[in-house]
């Protein structure tokens, strides 16, 4: 089956707030780029209920599964194929280099996130420092194994590991349509910032061509490739 690779149209949420990674296509649950209380309140809590209100002392990202936010209601519609990611990676110190994994949770109100997308993505960045800077898978694939039909909800959920292997979480809450039904992705919400480079450790198996999934097709012509340098010696960047 030839998947069609129609994309859809996002906003950038470019609000200049130091943390963590903004989800900029398919939209986020909200701004979890927050953090309020102190180690001190929360015992060393990472989250902490203060009567009617949580404390988040180490920023909202933090947590499992989704950086501290509830489902939206507000959902993007996105191809039952498979389809774009793309998020700001920068936005936390420490993160100049980082591992990225996209799963899908299953529902309108996921029980898990235990669906792989995307395994091990390498990130390196310009900086350990906060950086500015758009990275965008344009076909994401549908986890090995699973099947949905156009009108499921689902959650798209990207973690970023950073060097000392403590995970930022954040969501995209979707339904899924046919290809032609969601807005073009293109150059203006999918690209890659020439100031962040990658490689690609892991893949699932639907990434690989198979008799089971779709090969992924790209239309390669709506975007402006950006050479990505793929050499990483390990040596220069787990400083
Ligand atoms: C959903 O609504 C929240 C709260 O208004 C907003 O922050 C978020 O960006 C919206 N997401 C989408 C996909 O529209
Ligand atoms: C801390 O931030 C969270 C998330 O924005 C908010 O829900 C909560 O009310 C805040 N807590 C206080 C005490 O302001
Ligand atoms: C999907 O989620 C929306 C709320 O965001 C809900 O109104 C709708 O009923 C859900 N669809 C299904 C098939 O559960
Ligand atoms: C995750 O949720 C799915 C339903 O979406 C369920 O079938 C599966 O057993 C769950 N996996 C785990 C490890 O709980
Ligand atoms: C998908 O299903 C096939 C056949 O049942 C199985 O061999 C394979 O391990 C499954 N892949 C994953 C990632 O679960
Ligand atoms: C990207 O696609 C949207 C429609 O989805 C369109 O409005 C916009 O002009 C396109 N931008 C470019 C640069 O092609
Ligand atoms: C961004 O870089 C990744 C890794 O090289 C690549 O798979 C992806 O297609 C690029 N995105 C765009 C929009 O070119």
């Not at 790209?218 to 402006?224: A, F, I, L, Q, V």
Request: glycine letters at 10%; charged letters at 10%.
């Amino acid at each position: 089956m030839p998947s069609r690779s129609v994309f859809i149209v996002l906003f950038s949420f470019l609000s200049l707030v130091s943390a963590h990674t903004v989800i900029t296509y398919p939209g986020w649950r909200g701004d979890n780029l927050h953090s309020n209380g102190t180690v001190e309140e929360t015992t060393g809590l990472g989250t902490y209920a203060d009567g009617d209100d949580y404390l988040w002392p180490y920023g909202m990202q933090w947590m499992y599964p989704c950086g501290g936010m509830p489902t939206s209601q507000n959902r993007t519609k996105w191809p039952v194929k498979g389809g774009a990611v793309a998020f700001q990676p920068g936005w936390f110190p420490g993160h100049g280099t980082a591992f990225i994994y996209i799963n899908l949770g299953l529902g309108t109100v996921p029980p898990n996130m235990s669906f792989v997308m995307i395994s091990g993505i390498q990130l390196i960045g310009p900086t350990k420092d906060p950086y500015p800077g758009t990275f965008c898978l344009p076909q994401v694939p549908m986890p090995a194994n699973v099947s949905v039909n156009v009108g499921d909800n689902a959650t798209i959920q990207v973690i970023e590991t950073a060097v000392h292997g403590a995970a930022l979480y954040n969501c995209a809450d979707i339904t899924f349509a046919e290809p032609e039904d969601v807005p073009e992705v293109n150059a203006s919400n999918c690209f890659n910032s020439s100031q962040i480079t990658s490689d690609l450790i892991f893949t699932t198996t639907s990434l690989k061509e198979d008799s089971e999934s779709p090969a992924v097709e790209m239309s390669t012509n709506r975007y402006g490739y950006l050479t990505t340098a793929l050499a990483v010696l390990f040596g220069l960047i787990w400083l």
